[in-house]
């Protein structure tokens, strides 16, 4: 074959990824890895975190303060004659953060009202609904006959739970919370304010919270009988050692030996946030967003959601099948032949009409 009759293979490889021509066994399955990684990065990526705690725990702060740049409600819609409102007013703001390429669509949920009443019996209800409306929201996305490509995501996947720092317990509306919205929702307790508590007082206060989730059945992240493999076991189990963080918020910027910092400047000195030795805020950072963000939304997708689905599918069969036994419709074909006419469904059995119930275990 002439030279001209050669086929000619294009190079698909990319600007600075090596070759191995001279590697004779090399096939290339690891270039998946790049691919995925491009597909990423032109996709972006959404993470959806909601704040729950009595107001002045200083919620926004954090949240700014985490992702360092002014994404709470708070900071975007400030409001300086903002009431306590009377029931729990669930509010949220989206950001679109871009950080050496990559792109993230952040959703931050806020839950003004919540644990500020006289009387806060079941004032977990509204947020509990919440979380289980953007579950059946993206339920009727997924079983729609003509889907998206790519169903927006609205599902809650982590919820930061603020505990006062009292340094005694957890009272009794922290327990409620926890223990009902632990089975349908991320949730990662935090201490707030943690230096109006003496060292010995937050080691202290962590040790009997600890104790208390133990004794309450209240598995928070990240679940014990989640983690894939002793690797994954032997990193969460420090970070269960740690849970509740001990955490101080701040987007004030100081100078301190020369570097710029995060902190709280006070007359004995500057709170360094980012400052182990002063607060744990950098465990909790690193936990939310460094090492464990993808984990955290996938048990979100496959274990709260899927859980969320499954019943609801279960509930939508029964309610059907009791339906038809009770009303069958009887409709004569054009041979005669009479036919059974099941009640309209939408894809994968779910009834339109069906509406949202409370997903709680």
């Given at each position: 074959m002439s030279d001209s009759a050669k086929l000619h293979h294009p190079n698909p490889q990319g600007k600075g990824e090596k070759t191995h021509g001279s590697d004779f066994s090399y096939v290339g399955i690891d270039a998946i890895l790049e691919q995925m990684r491009r597909k990423a990065m032109k996709q972006g990526f959404e993470f959806n975190i909601m704040v729950v705690g009595q107001s002045g725990l200083g919620k926004s702060t954090l949240m700014n303060t985490?992702?360092?740049?002014?994404?709470?409600?708070?900071?975007?819609?400030?409001?300086?004659?903002?009431?306590?409102?009377?029931?729990?007013?669930?509010?949220?703001?989206?950001?679109?953060?871009?950080?050496?390429?990559?792109?993230?669509?952040?959703?931050?949920?806020?839950?003004?009202?919540?644990?500020d009443q006289i009387n806060n019996e079941n004032c977990w209800q509204p947020i509990m609904k919440f979380i289980n409306d953007q579950y059946e929201?993206?339920?009727?996305?997924?079983?729609?006959?003509?889907?998206?490509?790519?169903?927006?995501?609205?599902?809650?996947h982590c919820c930061i739970y603020f505990i006062p720092p009292t340094g005694h317990c957890l009272r009794p509306l922290d327990v409620e919370f926890m223990r009902r919205l632990s089975n349908v929702v991320n949730i990662v307790p935090v201490i707030a304010k943690a230096d109006?508590?003496?060292?010995?007082?937050?080691?202290?206060?962590?040790?009997?919270?600890?104790?208390?989730?133990?004794?309450?059945g209240i598995d928070v992240y990240p679940q014990k009988e989640f983690d894939e493999d002793a690797e994954d076991r032997l990193i969460n189990d420090k970070i269960?050692?740690?849970?509740?963080?001990?955490?101080v918020g701040s987007d004030q910027e100081y100078q301190v030996n020369g570097k710029r910092i995060l902190g709280r400047k006070t007359k004995w000195g500057t709170i360094e946030v980012e400052n182990i030795a002063h607060c744990e805020f950098a465990y909790l950072r690193d936990l939310l967003i460094r090492t464990h963000m993808q984990n955290i939304k996938d048990i979100t997708g496959n274990i709260h959601y899927e859980t969320y689905r499954v019943r609801r599918l279960n509930e939508s069969n029964a309610h059907f099948s009791s339906h038809s036994s009770d009303h069958p419709t009887v409709q004569p074909k054009v041979n005669g032949q009479p036919e059974e006419q099941p009640s309209t469904l939408q894809a994968n059995g779910v009834t339109a009409q069906h509406e949202a119930q409370s997903h709680e275990m």
């Open positions: 985490l992702f360092k740049s002014k994404v709470s409600r708070k900071s975007v819609q400030p409001d300086p004659e903002e009431r306590i409102p009377k029931t729990i007013d669930i509010k949220s703001i989206s950001h679109d953060i871009e950080e050496k390429g990559v792109r993230m669509k952040l959703t931050v949920i806020d839950t003004p009202g919540f644990g929201a993206y339920l009727q996305e997924e079983i729609n006959i003509n889907r998206k490509k790519r169903i927006p995501d609205s599902r809650v109006t508590l003496t060292l010995e007082e937050r080691d202290y206060f962590k040790q009997t919270i600890r104790e208390e989730l133990r004794a309450n269960r050692e740690m849970i509740p963080f001990a955490v």
